[in-house]
């Protein structure tokens, strides 16, 4: 089964941190981009941060200087560090993986995680 699963989220008070994990299943081959997502009650998905296979990173203007997004790719786990938290990150925080499914050689397939609410308290 090729799933992504996160934690690592929960409630924290402004100023605080936290930090996210996505593991991928064993069944997946292989993974290239890596992404943090984030979306807040009653408004769209919006890209929190991502990461090549290489290691190249980008993020959201929120989300520069605050959040350091990394991975290890034989644990096949991407993490965000998320610091000086505040009630505006609040939001169900999703990882996405463009993951290698085998065969022919783009044979590859965007999976999403279930997502981890963070909530910070001001």
């Known amino acids: 089964q090729v799933q992504l699963v996160e934690s690592g989220g929960g409630l924290v008070r402004a100023g605080g941190s936290l930090t996210l994990s996505c593991t991928a299943s064993r069944s997946i081959l292989s993974i290239t981009a890596m992404r943090w997502y984030r979306q807040p009650p009653g408004d769209q998905r919006a890209l929190v941060a991502s990461i090549t296979l290489g290691g190249t990173t980008n993020y959201a203007d929120s989300a520069k200087g605050r959040f350091t997004i990394s991975r290890d790719n034989a644990k096949k786990t991407v993490y965000l560090q998320m610091n000086s938290l505040e009630p505006e990150d609040s939001a169900v925080y999703y990882c996405?993986?463009?993951?290698?499914?085998?065969?022919?050689?783009?044979?590859?397939?965007?999976?999403w995680g279930q997502g981890t609410q963070v909530t910070v308290s001001s």
């Open positions: 996405n993986a463009d993951v290698y499914m085998g065969g022919s050689p783009n044979n590859f397939v965007t999976v």
